[in-house]
Structure formats: structure tokens, C-alpha cells
């Protein structure tokens, strides 16, 4: 910084101003400062910097998939919000393991980093409420927890959307497909589906449980649904794998033969082959008013609703 100041004819603090407050120095020194420091090819020291401040430009974010689009439009809402406070947002794949969760939580705290957004994979939050009586700013996304401020959609509203969207085109006998059932948001996602159920009085609902989430388990599950004549599966990613099941089977037909819906509404359930009725998350907001829950000295709590989007997959008989 000093060579940078001596080349630029101007006081250290000047290039302090330029590079932490830019909105404090007059345009044509910040110029002169930005001039100075392409030709010397100067790079700030963040490090350096963060021992200074106590902490960095950075947010951490934990997510249990990252290869979930949800999830990633959830980051990119997070990102969005970041880098209009001038920060960014360093992206933790946990893969649902508690010891990882653990692991990437304190490496963020060794990092000093201003917050963390996280979407546990578990109902332990013993290790995130030590952090947060160390003083870490902790979020949870598409999770609550009492103590927490959290950002999160009403699951249960999903369900009930979903299931009571097949029930009123005439089908009866439903499968939920979806799991690990100890999931919160799959668990919620079920109890919507039975309440659903509960109101018609004539329906039947099974429960398949899925080990993950994936396009890969659905394809497992969709071999074993021709006794059903319509599908809620607790995602998008498990529809698709159901979807594509079917189509290699040849002998069921989306939707004459089998209703199927997702939940989260990702990209690519309107591209589907038979476009895919979903029950949509406000993702990207998800992601941004998280961000902005970081800096409430208040502990808050946003819960989203879901909305039902309906395409071809469950077009009436």
C-alpha cells in the first residue's frame, strides 16, 4: 500500500479509502489509486486484513447436495444478495454426513467469516448451537430450530398441495415416494400428503421410502409402482428418475396410466419429456433473505409458501 501511495502521490490512507471505502475518495484519486495499483500489479492481502478486522469479506454456506439444483439456485440467491455488500459466499458440500457438517462449520470459523447459512442434514444441533454461543452469526436454510433465526418453506402446505392436486383429477390410489424419512422436510412433506388424504375419505396413500433424493433412486422405485395410479415424490430429481422408468418400461404412460408430481420445481421439470407438475420453492429468495437475516441482532424466522405448478404429468384421464 505505501508503494502504491508514493506512486500515486497520495497518503496511505487514501489507498485505504480507495480499496475498503471508495465511496469516501474524490473520483479522479480514485483514479490516480487505480492506476497505481494495476501498474504495480498490487494485491491486497486478505489475510492480513482479516487479523486486522477480526473477520473476513466472506460467508460460509453448508448444503447437504450440492448437485440438488435446489440447492444451487439457493446459492445463487445467496450470492446475489453477497455481492451487493460487497461479499461473497464459499460453498460447503456436507454429502448428509454429520462428521463433515462438523468439519466444514470449523473450518469456517477458523476462516472468521462474517456468518454461516446452513441447511443441517440432521436433527443435531448441538454443534451449531456451541458455535453460535462462540459468537458465529448462524442461519438456517430450508430448516428451523428454536434459538435460530432460519429461512424455510410450509412443507406441510406442499404436501397437502401436491396430494390434494392429484386427488381432484379422480386418482385414488397414491404412493409418496421420497425419503430418508427422518428428513424434517420430507417428513413434513408426507404429513401434508396425509392430511390430504385424510379429507377424501376414499383415497388410499403408501409410503415407499427412498434411501436419497436422486434421479438414480428414482429410477429404482419407478419398476414398482403399476399398482398406482398416481406418484407424489418428495422431489423433482426422484420424479424424473420415476419418469424415466417408466418411459424404458414402455407399459406405464405418464399421465393416462400414472399422475406424477414433484416438489421444488428445478429447471429442467418444465423440459422433462412430459413436462412435470411441481410444487415450486422460492429458491433464489431463500437463498437471499438468508443473507439478510446475518445481520438481524434480532432472532427471525421467514417462512415461505409453496405454489403448485401444473403441467402435462398430471393431466386428468
Not at 446475489?80 to 473450518?107: K, P
Not at 477458523?110 to 453460535?132: C, I, T
Amino acid at each position: 500500500m505505501q508503494d502504491v501511495a508514493r506512486l500515486a502521490k497520495v497518503a496511505v490512507g487514501t489507498v485505504s479509502n480507495v480499496l475498503n471505502q471508495p465511496e469516501l475518495v474524490a473520483e479522479k484519486t480514485r483514479e490516480k489509486v487505480q492506476a497505481a495499483i494495476t501498474e504495480l500489479g498490487f494485491v491486497r492481502n486478505d489475510a492480513a486484513r482479516q487479523l486486522r478486522a477480526g473477520q473476513s469479506r466472506s460467508i460460509g454456506l453448508i448444503v447437504p447436495d450440492v448437485r440438488n439444483p435446489f440447492f444451487t439456485d439457493v446459492a445463487r440467491g445467496a450470492e446475489d444478495a453477497a455481492a451487493e455488500q460487497n461479499l461473497s459466499v464459499l460453498l460447503a458440500n456436507s454429502d448428509q454426513n454429520l462428521e463433515r457438517e462438523q468439519s466444514m462449520l470449523g473450518l469456517f470459523e477458523e476462516q472468521r467469516v462474517r456468518g454461516v447459512l446452513a441447511s443441517p442434514s440432521s436433527d443435531n444441533f448441538e454443534y451449531l448451537k456451541q458455535a453460535k454461543d462462540r459468537g458465529l452469526h448462524i442461519v438456517l436454510v430450508d430448516r428451523t430450530e428454536r434459538g435460530f433465526s432460519s429461512v424455510s418453506v410450509d412443507d406441510g402446505a406442499g404436501g397437502y398441495l401436491a396430494v390434494k392436486h392429484l386427488l381432484d383429477t379422480g386418482r385414488k390410489n397414491i404412493a409418496f415416494v421420497g425419503g430418508p424419512l427422518n428428513v424434517q422436510q420430507i417428513a413434513d412433506r408426507l404429513n401434508g400428503a396425509m392430511k390430504a388424504i385424510a379429507e377424501n375419505g376414499t383415497a388410499s396413500l403408501d409410503v415407499i421410502e427412498t434411501k436419497n433424493l436422486s434421479v438414480q433412486a428414482g429410477r429404482e422405485i419407478g419398476t414398482q409402482l403399476k399398482k398406482f395410479d398416481a406418484v407424489f415424490a418428495a422431489n423433482d430429481l426422484l420424479a424424473i428418475g420415476v419418469m424415466q422408468a417408466c418411459m424404458v418400461d414402455g407399459n406405464i404412460n405418464i399421465p393416462s396410466d400414472l399422475a406424477l408430481i414433484g416438489y421444488d420445481d428445478i429447471d429442467f421439470a418444465s423440459a422433462a419429456i412430459v413436462p412435470l407438475t411441481s410444487v415450486r420453492q422460492p429458491s433464489a429468495e431463500i437463498g437471499r433473505a438468508a443473507i439478510e437475516l446475518l445481520s438481524d441482532s434480532e432472532i427471525r424466522n421467514i417462512e415461505f409458501q409453496p405454489e403448485l405448478i401444473v403441467r402435462a404429468s398430471t393431466a386428468n384421464n
